[in-house]
């Protein structure tokens, strides 16, 4: 009995331990350890979206616009950009616009699924927001969805914009920065969901990639 109970302390205490260890090891962690190059520095991407704020601020005033932020990826420069928009026009409204064609690799899958409200875009002057403009197509798949119910007229803003990536005829309205053909994450953009957080834009390492990509 005595030996029973020696074996089962032993092996909580174990356990324990690699608990520990294990905690301590997520502990040291870093996003930022998986950044191989920092491309677009904090400060440089807070100057950029404070000028574009003032851009939009100025070209959409009396329009009484529908700021579109594209998910997932658009939210975060969306979030920055409306609170940089000097002066903010009047009766400025936020709606978002669901559209998916990455999976969990590298290439689009060419088909774009697009969800919105259309109620809330007809008759409006629509500006769609994303955090990067590649391949072209989702934006113009949602452009064209836009004034198909209604809209105005629509227009893009990107934070980022790869044209060495695009495959379609379609080009955004306003572009923060121009990005070179580097697979990038950070401010929104991710890799399979990871990275959005960092505030800053990066090329990851290999490693951090493929860890990413394939768990």
Request: charged content about 20%.
């Amino acid at each position: 009995m005595a030996q029973a109970s020696a074996q089962v302390a032993a092996d909580v205490t174990q356990n324990s331990e690699q608990s520990t260890a294990a905690a301590a090891a997520a502990a040291t962690y870093s996003i930022h350890d998986d950044v191989g190059e920092v491309l677009f520095s904090k400060q440089q991407m807070a100057e950029k979206v404070a000028e574009m704020g003032k851009l939009l601020g100025i070209t959409y005033q009396g329009k009484a616009p529908v700021l579109m932020p594209i998910l997932k990826g658009g939210f975060i420069f969306a979030a920055d950009l409306i609170r940089a928009l000097g002066p903010c026009p009047e009766d400025l409204v936020v709606e978002f616009v669901s559209a998916r064609s990455y999976g969990a690799g590298f290439e689009t899958s060419g088909t774009v699924q697009v969800s919105f409200d259309a109620e809330a875009v007809k008759g409006r002057h629509c500006l769609m927001v994303d955090d990067l403009c590649d391949s072209g197509l989702t934006l113009m798949t949602v452009r064209d969805q836009l004034l198909a119910a209604g809209a105005a007229s629509v227009a893009s803003v990107v934070l980022l914009d790869k044209r060495a990536r695009r495959k379609v005829s379609y080009d955004p309205d306003f572009v923060c920065l121009d990005c070179p053909n580097h697979w990038v994450a950070g401010m929104g953009m991710d890799t399979n969901q990871r990275f959005r957080s960092m505030d800053y834009v990066a090329v990851l390492k290999p490693e951090a990639i493929q860890r990413a990509l394939h768990g």
